[in-house]
Structures are given as C-alpha cells and as structure tokens.
C-alpha cells in the first residue's frame, strides 16, 4: 500500500467525485459571481483531531482550475485544534465555491479516520500489538482510507483479494480442511506471498500450525482463549486478533501477546473531522 497520494491514482477517483456533484454547472455559484472574480478562503478546523488528505484536498482546485493555488500551515498527521487555520485557498471563486464540498468530503472523511486510527494506536503504544484495517471500505474510497490509517499510525492489511491468501471460514468449509485448503493455496499462490487461516478454536489453531499457515487469525476469541493459542502458537506463524475489535474494547487485547489487530471500525465507523471553509473574500492578484 502506497503511503504517497501520486496524483496518476487519485485523479479519477477525484473527478468522478466532481462530475457527480456538479454534472453541467454550478448553477448557484455563476448565476452570483463574475467569471473571473478571484478570492481567498480560509479552511478551519472546528474539532480537535489529525489531518489527512490535504493533498487531495487541493487536488479537487487545481483539476478545476490549474491556477487555484493552496498554502497550506498544516501537513498530514498534525493534530488541529479548533478555529486552528489548516490553510488558505487562492483562486477564482467560482473554483472556490464550486470545489467546497467535495474537497471537504474527501479531507474530512480521510481525517476522520486517521483521528481514529490515532486514538487506537496510542491504545496499543508500549505494546508489540500493531493496528490494521480491512477490507470494509466505502466502494471508490479504499485507497483514500487506507492511506489515513496510515496516517493515523496504523498499518494496512492487504489491500485488495489479489493481495494476498485469507482463506476464511467459507474457503476451509469448501476445500474440507485447513490443511486442504492451505496446501491448494500454496501450490496455487506465487511463492512470494504468505498464506493467512482464519481459525475460531484451538484444535484449529493447531491444524493451521500443522498445515504452515504462515499468519493465523484469531477470529471472535474471547481475552483467555486468545492467551492460550498464542502459547500454542509460540511464533511460528504471525497473530492476528479480528472480530468486532473497536475504540471501547481495544484496551481489552493490548497485552495477549498477539503481533496484529484488524478492525473494520478504522474505516467504517470513524466519524468526519469537522472542518470548514470560511472567510471568503475577494482578492486582486
């Protein structure tokens, strides 16, 4: 997972985001304003929380107009206050106006996650346990929220299915067996990528061990039985803990010993930074 929004990926997700809101035109802002009217607005924080996806925040402007210009006082990962100014943003205003929503949308629901993600990580600080999303994305937004998790001091599980084998519950009960369903995956999989069970008792843990699974998830395990399969485990495969793991009970698996949590919550229940784009006014240059 790239930790770097190169504009080659973010551009068609970005207008796509733009053509939905404004199809033709912007019928509010040039029935109002002077096509070559230029201005300056300011973007604020109104809640406390860590930035992310400022440059696709300005992104949205300069795809609609290449002379729209930011000067950020921000960067991605500093943590705002509110009122605190995070930029300001040059331009025609009707550029200004017409970008507003969808360029708050993106840096909002980014910042959101990464706000998040924060919170769990400094959970787990002291602890060899490291935070990972899912695949439980909003279509067309993963690469944006995969890289706040980033951001916000997590890591990225795999990105996409080519990314790497996850032989879940569905794939053992189809192929009969872990030691099955491993052993097809292995012959099937390029060498160069590691082979992940999804286990829910012991006596599974130990048939993944068996089989050579080379991460072990640890799905829907209460604190104690956890405690168990990673002595049973003894580091011959990666832990990975998942299963409705969120903000209230993180602090629960912190010290079970286990290398990863995965939860969907980074990524699907982390409110939106609030943030706001105030104070505009014209501008001459």
Not at 178 to 194: H, L, T
């Amino acid at each position: 997972m790239t930790n770097q929004l190169h504009h080659f990926l973010i551009d068609d997700y970005i207008l796509a985001a733009l053509k939905e809101d404004i199809n033709e035109e912007d019928i509010s802002t040039n029935a109002v304003i002077d096509a070559q009217a230029r201005g300056r607005v300011k973007l604020l924080a109104k809640e406390e929380g860590i930035l992310a996806g400022l440059a696709v925040f300005e992104r949205v402007f300069t795809l609609l107009d290449a002379e729209s210009r930011v000067s950020f006082q921000k960067a991605d990962g500093d943590r705002v206050q509110p009122d605190e100014v995070i930029a300001i943003v040059y331009g025609k205003i009707r550029t200004l106006l017409t970008g507003e929503r969808v360029a708050l949308n993106f840096l909002q629901r980014m910042s959101g996650i990464a706000s998040y993600t924060r919170k769990m990580a400094d959970i787990l600080a002291g602890s060899k346990t490291k935070i990972v999303d899912t695949r439980k994305t909003t279509p067309n937004f993963r690469l944006f929220a995969k890289y706040a998790v980033t951001v916000g001091g997590g890591a990225n599980h795999r990105y996409n299915l080519t990314d790497g084998v996850l032989l879940k519950d569905n794939h053992l009960e189809a192929a009969g067996s872990i030691q099955a369903a491993i052993d097809k995956a292995r012959a099937y999989a390029s060498f160069v990528r590691k082979i992940e069970v999804e286990v829910e008792s012991l006596d599974q843990v130990q048939e993944a061990l068996d089989a050579r699974a080379d991460i072990i998830m640890l799905d829907n395990m209460g604190p104690d039985t956890i405690k168990e399969a990673v002595g049973l485990i003894q580091g011959r495969a990666l832990v990975e803990l998942s299963g409705n793991i969120n903000l209230a009970n993180l602090h629960q698996y912190k010290d079970l010993g286990a290398d990863l949590i995965s939860s969907g919550s980074l990524t699907h229940s982390a409110p939106v930074l609030d943030l706001s784009m105030k104070e505009l006014s014209h501008d001459p240059e």
